[in-house]
Every structure is written in structure tokens, then in C-alpha cells.
């Protein structure tokens, strides 16, 4: 194909797609959550512990090493543009190193809320 047929066909389907992801009606983020799994299942215990543990390994790195410092340069940028306004530099800094860190078995069966940054 050539460049401007290529061109023309991502200036067609682009759009349809677009259009046709906006008119679906439920995402599978709005679907009811399914209930959870009752009590007395020791190996899903043992699962959602191990997903837990699993989930902490690569979330507390990226929250510590990425997400945190992030916010502390920005609230650094943002008292450096304002001229030492410390309200907007502290909600950054609280917005971005508040939060869960460990990722509970609990919140892994869904009976406990995950608290991402930014939680209130």
C-alpha cells in the first residue's frame, strides 16, 4: 500500500472506531463485580495471598521509585513557577506519595479498597 492510502484508511477507521467504542453502552469497567468467594476456600486464601506479595514486588518500586519522586518535582517545579506557594506543593506531594503501598491478600478478594495515589 502506499503512504496515502494508508493515510486515507487511518483518517476512515480512526473515526468509525472511536465512534464505535463511545456508543457501547456498559464498559466492562461498569458491569456489576461479582460476588466474592466464600470464606472457608483455604487454597484461594493461599492465592490471593500470593497475589498480593506478587502485585507488592512490582507496585512498591513504582510507587517509591516513580510515582513519589514524580510528585516532589513537580510540587518542586510547581513552587519554583509560583513563587514558594506552598498549598498547591503540599496537595501534589500528599496526591502523590499517599496511598496504599502493600497490596493486601484482602484487597486482592476485593474486601478492601486499594488506595491509589490521590486516594482521599
Known sequence: MKRTTISRVAIIVLPALCLAMASVETGWAQQPAASPPPEGVPWLRGMATVAGAVGSIFYIPFKVGLICPGAAL????????????RDMAERLLRIGCTGTFLITPEMVRGQEEFQGSGAR
Not at 513537580?74 to 506557594?85: E, W
Open 74 to 85: 513537580v510540587a518542586g517545579g510547581n513552587m519554583a513557577v509560583t513563587g514558594g506557594s
